[in-house]
């Protein structure tokens, strides 16, 4: 499975951005999808993730009430819309796929990223 992820920019505080994870290759309705992000100097940690019927959804809690993630099975598509975005967001997000709904790292398949910058 290859994920393209797309949409990172730079955002004033309190703005919004929608990422977008396209992929390709696989049968992308089987997977759980995830989103993930690594700050500078720091680890990569997990942020949200969909099931692959799109029914169950977590989220980390400094996320909570502000992103919202969501997919499109036709196209083969993830969403994560970021809402009320903080400076402490500003990280490099990742989209990844696995058979496993799970908050971990070690998601099977990853995108290459996209930078997202919250100017305070």
């Known amino acids: 499975v290859q994920l393209q992820a797309s949409g990172g920019g730079l955002v004033q505080a309190g703005g919004s951005l929608r990422l977008s994870c396209a992929a390709s290759g696989g049968t992308f309705s089987k997977y759980t999808m995830g989103w993930f992000r690594q700050a500078p100097g720091k680890e990569r940690e997990f942020v949200t993730a969909?099931?692959?019927?799109?029914?169950?959804?977590m989220y980390t809690d400094s996320v909570k009430g502000r992103f919202t993630i969501s997919r499109d099975n036709a196209k083969n598509t993830v969403y994560l819309q970021m809402n009320s975005l903080k400076p402490e967001d500003t990280a490099i997000y990742y989209c990844?796929?696995?058979?496993?709904?799970?908050?971990?790292?070690?998601?099977?398949?990853w995108g290459q990223g996209t930078q997202v910058t919250v100017s305070s």
């Open positions: 969909i099931s692959w019927f799109g029914g169950n959804t």
């Open positions: 990844a796929a696995d058979e496993t709904f799970k908050r971990s790292t070690d998601y099977s398949y």
